[in-house]
């Protein structure tokens, strides 16, 4: 299986401010047929089942606000909230689909 | 819109057996693979099976591997995971989600099962 470690696992941001979080792959994603990363983003609040932020490493889901970006390749990469609601206080996960899909061990966001 | 409904959780003991279901709703279900994913009590998720559209390749993690089965029946749109030889260590919600099909994550969820092994 494909390990994910995130960085760090837990952080503080003031409202307005941004928030960057990491994630490393074990080995690399990148699908070299498509040229795709195999990367997704979780937003998880407690009550709620997860929401799909991101998939490819950097495309949003539709109806996902423009603060929420992802970036990387390969075996790094990072998702950044940009002015930081209160609504993004929440656990988020990133997950590889390369092979059998894992997740990280998350990431708590607090205000 | 896409519904996903699971059903089946309860309190077992270890050793024992549960089915659990996910209805589904709003969407081509026998077009997708699917996905059962747990989150035991402070911990992070887990994909633990994987099932693809047809049923015919199906994916464990090695923790359940052996004790788990997904299938799945298409005429129904029903989605199943068959837990047996339960561990406290099982002890999770459980929640099936939609693959968002050409790769690129789970893009829909259920609201989850809870299970709980105890004596």
């Known amino acids: 299986d494909i390990v994910m470690t995130q960085s760090p696992d837990s952080l503080a941001v003031s409202l307005g401010e941004r928030a960057t979080i990491n994630c490393k792959s074990g080995?690399?994603?990148?699908?070299?047929?498509?040229?795709?990363?195999?990367l997704a983003w979780y937003q998880h609040k407690p009550g709620l089942p997860p929401k799909l932020l991101i998939h490819w490493a950097s495309t949003r889901e539709s109806g996902v606000p423009d603060r929420f970006s992802g970036s990387g390749s390969e075996t790094d990469f990072t998702l950044t909230i940009s002015n930081l609601q209160a609504e993004d206080v929440a656990v988020y996960y990133c997950?590889?689909?390369?092979?059998?899909?894992?997740f990280g061990q998350g990431t708590r966001v607090e205000i | 819109q896409v519904q996903l409904a699971e059903s089946g959780g309860g309190v077992v003991q270890p050793g024992t057996s549960l089915r659990l279901s996910c209805v589904a709703s709003?969407?081509?279900?026998?077009?997708?693979?699917m996905h059962w994913v747990r989150q035991a009590p402070g911990k992070g998720l887990q994909c633990v099976a994987t099932?693809?559209?047809?049923?015919?390749?199906?994916y464990y993690a090695d923790s359940v591997k052996g004790r788990f089965t997904v299938s799945r029946d298409n005429s129904k749109n029903t989605l199943f995971l068959q837990l047996s030889s339960l561990r406290a260590e099982d002890t999770a919600m459980y929640y099936c989600a939609k693959d968002r099909g050409e790769g690129g994550g789970f893009d829909s969820w259920g609201q989850g099962t809870l299970v709980t092994v105890s004596s």
């Open positions: 997950q590889q689909y390369y092979s059998l899909p894992t």
């Open positions: 080995q690399s994603v990148l699908h070299r047929s498509n040229n795709q990363n195999y």
């Open positions: 099932i693809s559209f047809d049923g015919s390749n199906r």
């Open positions: 709003g969407f081509p279900f026998r077009s997708y693979g």
